[in-house]
């Protein structure tokens, strides 16, 4: 079984673009959840998404939005891209089944901001 | 607000010690809790789950404890080796979020 795939595995940007990483889950999971992990701040939540609806959000500026698509693949985007958004990005996917609600993550995106 | 704590921030040992890392959260309304450990530049790859149901969780070497009153888990790892080096976070899921808080990690190095 295929695990959590996100595409691309490193980006490099300059300040002022934009960006759009791709986060494909485990087959049959349809709860997708993002990260951003840095050195000074750690793993940080920014949202999750279950059958295309966002059920929970972190406290990052509306620059970062995210989306999931009927077959449960989620994409997430940063506008304006500001030096402090360099980061690896993690993809986390979840299939809620008896009351359990365990996370598998894929290998991140490295995001470079120049 | 959740807010979870790992301590030691980096533990240094010995090949063959059994070891203990510790997670402190402050809400003990939890859902359940997960173990990680991370490798360089690399994704979480997961090691335990706890339902707040549970109080204890083994794979191999690895046991995880559940103590929700007192908010605290505890990581052990049994006859600790080379290979076991490597970032160990622990993340605690509050109940009526779909939210996971982790904590800042423990950076484990075990010496050949």
């Known amino acids: 079984k295929a695990g959590v795939t996100q595409t691309p595995r490193y980006l490099i940007k300059t300040r002022g673009q934009q960006v759009t990483l791709s986060c494909s889950p485990i087959?049959?999971?349809?709860?997708v959840s993002w990260y951003q992990q840095t050195p000074g701040q750690g793993l940080q939540f920014l949202f999750e998404?279950?059958?295309?609806?966002?059920?929970n959000k972190g406290n990052f500026p509306g620059r970062f939005s995210g989306r999931q698509f009927s077959n449960s693949r989620s994409e997430m985007n940063v506008s304006t891209l500001e030096l402090g958004d360099s980061a690896l990005y993690l993809c986390a996917s979840s299939l809620e089944l008896a009351g359990v609600y365990e996370q598998f993550f894929g290998p991140g995106t490295r995001l470079t901001v120049l | 607000k959740q807010e979870v704590t790992q301590i030691p921030a980096a533990l240094s040992v010995p090949e063959g010690e059994n070891l203990v890392l510790n997670c402190s959260f402050t809400?003990?309304?939890?859902?359940?809790l997960q173990w990680f450990r991370q490798d360089p530049g690399k994704g979480l790859t997961s090691l335990l789950l706890?339902?707040?149901?549970?109080r204890e969780q083994t794979s191999g070497r690895l046991n995880a404890s559940l103590d929700k009153s007192s908010g605290r888990s505890t990581l052990y790892i049994a006859a600790s080796q080379p290979g076991d080096s490597a970032t160990y976070l622990c993340a605690v899921l509050t109940s009526g979020t779909y939210k996971y808080i982790f904590g800042t990690g423990t950076r484990l190095k075990v010496l050949a």
């Open positions: 809400d003990s309304a939890i859902y359940n």
């Open positions: 998404y279950f059958s295309e609806t966002q059920r």
């Open positions: 087959s049959g999971h349809r709860s």
């Open positions: 706890i339902q707040s149901s549970q």
